[in-house]
């Protein structure tokens, strides 16, 4: 059984940061592919980053070069850290994952576990 349990989610002001984590034992699998995806409110679900099971990541439009998803295996945890955090980033955000995957893309239906979601606030 894959556990997902995000933590780290808050309020923070524009241009501030931010960094979720993801307690997950995706990393004792094989052929993983791991990710963030966020719905903000009156949006639907949309990813915002994605980790092949090389470490290959590949980010949104919307936050490459604000945001970034390192892993830290030995520990089980899966982060993501946010920086220049905009209005827009306002949204519940959600890690995935799924093993046996032999195309990681960013899309929901790739991903079998998910996680309850953490609330993320941008707001001045």
């Known amino acids: 059984q894959v556990q997902m349990v995000e933590s780290g989610g808050g309020s923070v002001r524009p241009a501030g940061s931010l960094t979720l984590s993801c307690a997950t034992t995706?990393?004792?699998?094989?052929?993983?592919?791991v990710g963030w995806f966020r719905q903000g409110p009156g949006y639907e679900r949309e990813w915002v980053a994605i980790m092949d099971t090389k470490g290959s990541a590949d980010y949104a439009d919307s936050v490459k070069g604000r945001f970034t998803i390192p892993k830290d295996a030995a520990r089980n945890t899966l982060y993501l850290q946010m920086k220049t955090l905009e209005e827009e980033d306002t949204a519940m955000y959600y890690c995935?994952?799924?093993?046996?995957?032999?195309?990681?893309?960013?899309?929901?239906?790739?991903?079998?576990?998910w996680g309850h979601g953490t609330q993320v606030t941008v707001s001045s």
């Open positions: 995935a994952a799924d093993f046996g995957v032999w195309q990681c893309r960013p899309t929901a239906s790739v991903f079998k576990y």
């Open positions: 995706i990393f004792t699998f094989s052929n993983i592919c």
